[in-house]
T-cell receptor, first 114, second 110 residues
Framework: NAGVTQTPKFRVLKTGQSMTLLCAQD?????MYWYRQDPGMGLRLIHY???????AKGEVPDGYNVSRLKKQNFLLGLESAAPSQTSVYFC?????????????FGDGTRLSIL | SQQGEEDPQALSIQEGENATMNCSYK?????LQWYRQNSGRGLVHLIL?????REKHSGRLRVTLDTSKKSSSLLITASRAADTASYFC??????????FGTGTSLTVIP
């Protein structure tokens, strides 16, 4: 049972390039989340989804887009990467109930924008 | 910001000692969660305490919650080198979102 799997694990991009980060969960969870983690700032929510076909903005959504076409997958896209988006990105999932349920995290994607 | 804040930012103890870290938050909550993050890994859920609970135990972990002071503490008893990690508190916001604190970095010296 893999839990939450993120691909890729590492990536280096040039400013202006685009890419998609993939998150897959095998726990049949309804809710999925994308966070970024920067030194000294904890985790900040980018976007989240409460079910297949639905997405919503979090605390820091600018510069990112997401899609949840299948229940088990949550994609995070960077349309035109900027150095400020250098970060570690974490995906998480949880059963319905949102804030009343524990979140299950992947091991992150380390992204550098040059 | 409704973000929780952990205190201290860093803590270094000897193996076998107890470690205490604190979390303060700003708004009313219905539960508070603690997570652990080992270096280079994702967060792992440790314990959830509801607003009507004052104390909760899980193995060597003891969590307290004081809603009047908007604070929580995590106590790890008889610490081990494997407990070396960062610890975060998380509070729910608008029902579906979480705010995570900036974490306490714990080092347990063998």
């Amino acid at each position: 049972n893999a839990g939450v799997t993120q691909t890729p694990k590492f990536r280096v991009l040039k400013t202006g390039q685009s890419m998609t980060l993939l998150c897959a969960q095998d726990m049949n969870h309804e809710y999925m989340y994308w966070y970024r983690q920067d030194p000294g700032m904890g985790l900040r929510l980018i976007h989240y989804s409460v079910g297949e076909g639905t997405t919503a903005k979090g605390e820091v959504p600018d510069g990112y887009n997401v899609s949840r076409l299948k229940k088990q997958n949550f994609l995070l896209g960077l349309e035109s990467a900027a150095p400020s988006q250098t970060s570690v990105y974490f995906c998480a999932s949880s059963p319905p109930g949102g804030g009343n349920q524990p979140q299950h995290f992947g091991d992150g994607t380390r992204l550098s924008i040059l | 910001s409704q973000q929780g804040e952990e205190d201290p930012q860093a803590l270094s103890i000897q193996e076998g000692e107890n470690a205490t870290m604190n979390c303060s938050y700003k708004t009313s909550i219905n539960n508070l969660q603690w997570y652990r993050q080992n270096s280079g890994r994702g967060l792992v859920h440790l314990i959830l305490i509801r607003s009507n609970e004052r104390e909760k135990h899980s193995g060597r972990l003891r969590v307290t919650l004081d809603t009047s002071k908007k604070s929580s503490s995590l106590l790890i008893t008889a610490s081990r080198a494997a407990d070396t990690a960062s610890y975060f508190c998380a509070t729910p916001y608008t029902g579906n979102q979480f705010y995570f604190g900036t974490g306490t970095s714990l080092t347990v010296i063998p």
